[in-house]
Antibody
Framework: EVQLVESGGGLVQSGGSLRLSCAAS????????MHWVRQPPGKGLVWVSR????????SYADSVRGRFTISRDNARNTLYLQMNSLGDDDTAVYYC?????????WGQGTLVTVSS | QSALTQPPSASGSPGQSVTISCTGT?????????VSWYRHHPGKAPKLLIY???RRPSGVPDRFSASKSGNTASLTVSGLQAEDEADYYC???????????FGGGTKLTVL
């Protein structure tokens, strides 16, 4: 069974940093692209970033490029999102998702709250 | 502002059918057949309903169907059930930026 479990969310001050993790199981992790998607309170899903199976290719939404870094450790079956210079607009539930072309499995999400 | 445009709300009575549209551009939706649809109950993990514009993953009921014409994709939910009350999102890769984008979401209410 495919499972994705996010962790690392919490309350952080504006300008601070946080690293999210996503532990994957039930599939060959290194064979899949992985994504981060977020949902601000009361708003819709927003794509954040993605990374290729071997970690060599990454892309970011304009709103996070230069502040967030996606990475993965295929030996540990874990996806990461390093978030720096956090602002109020980064407050959201953050989901990790597996993809082929579509995002076919998602985690339950972890809440990040940025306080000013 | 989302790159893909969805109506903010839709509704129908149990047993009826509802169609949700998703309008993009030639570089998102129009440029690819990799349009997907997701259902999201608040507080839960989003669920893939449709991929490659009109294909259903195993386990998704055939009450869910979809199509694409030009820059517009559509999701139809037939035989509405109470559990279908949720937020629905379309998604697509963009040809120019090679990123992924979601529509703004449609809140489906089962009356």
């Amino acid at each position: 069974e495919v499972q994705l479990v996010e962790s690392g969310g919490g309350l952080v001050q504006s300008g601070g940093s946080l690293r999210l993790s996503c532990a994957a199981s039930g599939f060959t992790f290194s064979s899949y692209w992985m994504h981060w998607v977020r949902q601000p309170p009361g708003k819709g899903l927003v794509w954040v970033s993605r990374i290729s199976g071997d970690g060599r290719i990454t892309s970011y939404a304009d709103s996070v490029r230069g502040r967030f870094t996606i990475s993965r450790d295929n030996a540990r079956n874990t996806l990461y999102l390093q978030m720096n210079s956090l602002g109020d607009d980064d407050t959201a539930v953050y989901y990790c998702a597996r993809s082929w072309a579509e995002l076919d499995y998602w985690g339950q999400g972890t809440l990040v709250t940025v306080s000013s | 502002q989302s790159a893909l445009t969805q109506p903010p709300s839709a509704s129908g009575s149990p047993g009826q059918s509802v169609t949700i549209s998703c309008t993009g551009t030639s570089s998102a939706v129009g440029g690819y057949d990799y349009v997907s649809w997701y259902r999201h109950h608040p507080g839960k993990a989003p669920k893939l309903l449709i991929y490659e514009a009109d294909r259903r993953p195993s386990g998704v009921p055939d009450r869910f169907s979809a199509s694409k014409s030009g820059n517009t994709a559509s999701l139809t939910v037939s035989g509405l059930q109470a559990e279908d009350e949720a937020d629905y999102y379309c998604g697509s890769y963009t040809v120019d930026s090679d990123n992924f984008v979601f529509g703004g979401g449609t809140k489906l209410t089962v009356l």
